[in-house]
């Protein structure tokens, strides 16, 4: 099924329109394929233009360059995570190495960023674990252990704290760690199409039909188009599953969002004029929230289990009817028409939260399955599945190596009973943090 892209996301309008887009017209060959133009296929590209400037790479995308998930997230480039499969068990050290994975993640940011020169509102602020629930103090005095042990600097905050930070008195209790960055995702994102060298071809509304290896070579079917290539990367996060990789180490979640119109003076000062910050559930399925650098307010409280390739307007209306519901609890003040843009994105995880990295053999490899560490951990396995494919080693990839592996998820019926049942009895934990 072909994807189209909506024009719904409030990220994404903030940018000038693009011209000249291309898609598969014609047969074509090259040394590299790459499928999924996001954070990871962009930087897999970028990456493989510099090994060698004479390669011929194409990148192909069912929707418009970096206008899938990567611009669709809620722009957190996350140093720790509190809700990770990892933190409060004994394997700790599979934890450690994951915060390693994130601070390699923000140090390939930040020289993209450098090189290239690129403003995507970059924000070195810190972010915010909270709940609206006192007796989750236990839990973030749990979490600032590991950060202290861990040489994290971090600040749990009461009530007033919170209301003096955030503007609304909903949260009781929190936690700052002091790593944490936001941005505009879709600044990033489209920075990296715009930057991309003049061996990379990227074709997009360019669907995936089907792909086979033969005679060593990949032969894929693009639209109505034939496309060989000695090698392929599949960068395709949400997507992978559909594409019959590794399908049974990786599911899709729907996750939706909305974001406000700018606060007026009055409405801003209703808060207390705070600087930008963003705020994560300490309950898996809360809501996620962040004011943004020009005083708009994006919630997302919703993540399900469903059909990655199509939501239609009338689901994705009642999920904005669940976002309103959130934005009152926090600020009963604002106006019921506030919301100007509503979307939805998809998100890959696997069954023990750890990433996808993986050479399939001489000429397959893939990369994903990030959930909710997709901007720095993407970058970074963008470029480094760049240099595996080409048969490079570097201490980033032994990093990459040294995490827990996927592990293998059960057959689709059971596996899709049992994740509606866990987002279910999730939902049901954290229905006071929507």
């Known amino acids: 099924m072909q994807i189209i892209n909506d024009k719904s996301c409030g990220w994404i309008n903030d940018l000038p329109k693009r011209f000249n887009i291309k898609s598969v017209s014609k047969n074509e060959k090259c040394d590299f394929l790459i499928v999924g133009a996001g954070y990871t296929g962009l930087s897999a590209a970028r990456k493989l233009s510099e090994i060698n400037s004479k390669f011929k790479i194409i990148i192909i995308d069912a929707q418009l360059a970096g206008e899938g998930a990567s611009g669709r997230n809620s722009g957190y480039l996350v140093d720790t995570t509190l809700n990770d499969s990892y933190s409060f068990k004994r394997d700790i050290e599979a934890y450690k190495t994951k915060l390693k994975i994130y601070d390699l993640g923000i140090k390939t940011i930040k020289q993209f960023l450098k090189d290239y020169q690129v403003d995507c509102d970059l924000n070195e602020c810190g972010k915010y674990f909270a709940s609206s629930l006192k007796k989750d103090i236990s839990k973030l005095l749990k979490f600032k252990k590991i950060l202290d042990n861990l040489n994290f600097e971090n600040q749990i905050l009461n009530e007033a704290q919170l209301k003096k930070k955030l503007g609304t008195n909903f949260y009781k209790t929190g936690i700052f760690t002091k790593g944490g960055i936001l941005l505009h995702p879709a600044k990033l994102a489209r920075a990296m199409v715009d930057v991309l060298p003049e061996n990379v071809t990227l074709l997009e509304n360019s669907f995936l039909k089907s792909w086979k290896k033969t005679n060593g070579k990949i032969e894929t079917k693009v639209n109505n188009n034939d496309i060989i290539s000695n090698k392929i990367i599949f960068c395709s996060n949400g997507f992978l599953s559909n594409m019959n990789i590794k399908k049974r180490f990786n599911f899709p979640l729907t996750l939706t969002a909305s974001m406000t119109r700018q606060l007026t003076d009055k409405e801003y000062s209703l808060i207390g004029s705070p600087k930008e910050w963003g705020v994560l559930p300490v309950r898996p399925m809360g809501a996620t929230v962040r004011l943004t650098k020009d005083r708009r307010i994006l919630i997302r409280n919703t993540s399900e289990h469903r059909n990655p390739n199509y939501m239609d307007k009338r689901t994705l209306n009642n999920r904005v009817n669940i976002h309103k519901i959130g934005l009152k609890k926090r600020f009963p003040f604002l106006p019921d028409n506030i919301i100007s843009s509503s979307w939805s994105g998809i998100v890959s995880r696997s069954s023990n939260g750890s990433q996808i990295f993986e050479k399939i053999d001489e000429k397959i490899f893939v990369a994903g399955s990030y959930f909710?560490?997709?901007?720095?951990?993407?970058?970074?396995?963008?470029?480094?599945?760049?240099?595996?494919?080409?048969?490079?080693?570097?201490?980033?990839?032994?990093?990459?190596?040294?995490?827990?592996?996927?592990?293998?998820?059960?057959?689709?019926?059971?596996?899709?009973?049992?994740?509606?049942?866990?987002?279910?009895?999730?939902?049901?934990?954290?229905?006071?943090?929507?």
Do not use: C, D, H, V
């Open 372 to 434: 909710g560490s997709g901007i720095g951990a993407g970058t970074l396995f963008g470029e480094q599945i760049a240099l595996m494919a080409n048969n490079q080693q570097s201490e980033e990839i032994k990093i990459i190596q040294e995490r827990k592996k996927p592990t293998k998820l059960p057959i689709k019926p059971i596996l899709s009973l049992g994740i509606r049942l866990r987002l279910f009895y999730e939902r049901i934990i954290a229905r006071t943090e929507i």
